[in-house]
């Protein structure tokens, strides 16, 4: 129960990495608030956490955290309801395919607004929640902010440009987050996931091809699940991992080694 008192915020918590996240989050003792841009997912993952609890450890919040209004709602909501935020997990995104000179300014503006302003909007509005309850507490209790980077952050893949961009913004804007809110106790992190059997990467892991493309090219030769990324950000997020912020952590079965 590492997480016990705990309050913690999962964007993109409707499927994949961010579900996996607020499960085992709240199996660990967090209230856990659920952000995302689909209702009906998020209740979903609402009640399959709460029906195994004596008491509702999970609500749910609708947003686009893309959207600075949106973002100004949440945060509002947060303060309003639980006054202080321990945990803060910047999970959403997504992708499209295609190639640089045949990306369109809408389509670069939406991954980039997915993947990298969400995590600048909402580290901004909630981090000033933080920072305002550590100094409130002069820096007793550690809090943490992980954010979702990915492997193409560190090695760009083919026919993402505006994913690995916005993605290696990840990996260099938890660094600077993480010096400005050391002072105040307040940790960020970012995680990196290889290939993971999430609903963005559904379609391509269909492809037998594209699977054993996967397998020989990744050390331990698998896909990996999201809740061996979920075991990685629980750590990061934990008092455990408490001498560690600004770093990245590979998740990847070893695919830049190989």
Same mark, same amino acid.
């Given at each position: 129960?590492?997480?016990?008192?705990?309050?913690?915020?999962?964007?993109?918590?409707?499927?994949?990495?961010?579900?996996?996240?607020?499960?085992?989050?709240?199996? =660990?003792?967090?209230?856990?608030?659920?952000?995302?841009?689909?209702?009906? $997912?998020? =209740?979903?993952?609402?009640?399959?956490?709460?029906?195994? +609890?004596?008491?509702?450890?999970?609500?749910? *919040? &609708?947003?686009?955290?893309?959207?600075?209004?949106?973002? $100004?709602?949440?945060?509002?909501?947060?303060?309003?309801?639980?006054?202080?935020?321990?945990?803060?997990? #910047?999970?959403? %995104?997504?992708? +499209?395919?295609? $190639?640089?000179?045949?990306?369109?300014?809408?389509?670069?503006?939406?991954? &980039?607004?997915?993947?990298?302003?969400?995590?600048? /909007?909402?580290? $901004?509005? !909630? %981090?000033? /929640?933080?920072?305002?309850?550590? &100094?409130?507490?002069?820096?007793?209790?550690?809090?943490?902010?992980?954010?979702?980077?990915? !492997?193409?952050?560190?090695?760009?893949?083919?026919?993402?440009?505006?994913?690995?961009?916005?993605?290696?913004?990840?990996?260099?804007?938890?660094?600077? /987050?993480?010096?400005?809110?050391?002072?105040?106790?307040?940790?960020?992190?970012?995680?990196?996931?290889?290939?993971?059997?999430?609903?963005?990467?559904? #379609?391509?892991? &269909? #492809?037998?091809?594209?699977? +054993?493309?996967?397998?020989? #090219?990744?050390?331990? %030769?698998?896909?990996?699940?999201?809740?061996?990324?979920?075991?990685?950000?629980? *750590?990061?997020?934990?008092?455990?991992?408490?001498?560690?912020?600004?770093?990245?952590? !590979?998740?990847?079965?070893?695919?830049?080694?190989?």
């Amino acid at each position: 129960m590492r997480f016990s008192q705990n309050i913690a915020l999962i964007t993109g918590a409707g499927s994949g990495i961010g579900k996996a996240t607020a499960i085992r989050l709240a199996d =660990e003792g967090a209230k856990v608030i659920l952000v995302g841009r689909t209702k009906s $997912k998020l =209740e979903a993952v609402a009640t399959e956490i709460n029906r195994t +609890k004596r008491i509702p450890m999970a609500e749910i *919040f &609708q947003a686009d955290v893309s959207d600075e209004e949106d973002v $100004k709602e949440l945060a509002e909501y947060v303060n309003i309801h639980f006054g202080d935020l321990h945990i803060l997990i #910047n999970n959403a %995104g997504g992708s +499209k395919h295609s $190639k640089i000179l045949e990306t369109t300014g809408k389509d670069w503006d939406y991954v &980039q607004n997915a993947n990298l302003r969400s995590v600048f /909007l909402v580290s $901004k509005m !909630l %981090g000033r /929640l933080m920072v305002k309850k550590a &100094q409130e507490e002069h820096g007793e209790h550690g809090r943490a902010i992980v954010n979702v980077a990915s !492997l193409s952050g560190h090695q760009a893949g083919a026919h993402i440009p505006h994913y690995s961009a916005a993605k290696a913004g990840v990996i260099n804007f938890t660094r600077a /987050l993480a010096l400005e809110l050391a002072p105040y106790k307040v940790r960020v992190n970012s995680i990196s996931p290889g290939f993971i059997e999430t609903p963005l990467t559904e #379609n391509g892991l &269909q #492809n037998e091809r594209f699977v +054993k493309a996967i397998e020989r #090219n990744t050390a331990l %030769g698998r896909v990996g699940k999201v809740e061996e990324i979920a075991n990685v950000i629980a *750590f990061v997020a934990s008092d455990e991992a408490s001498y560690m912020t600004g770093i990245d952590v !590979l998740v990847d079965g070893g695919w830049l080694i190989k």
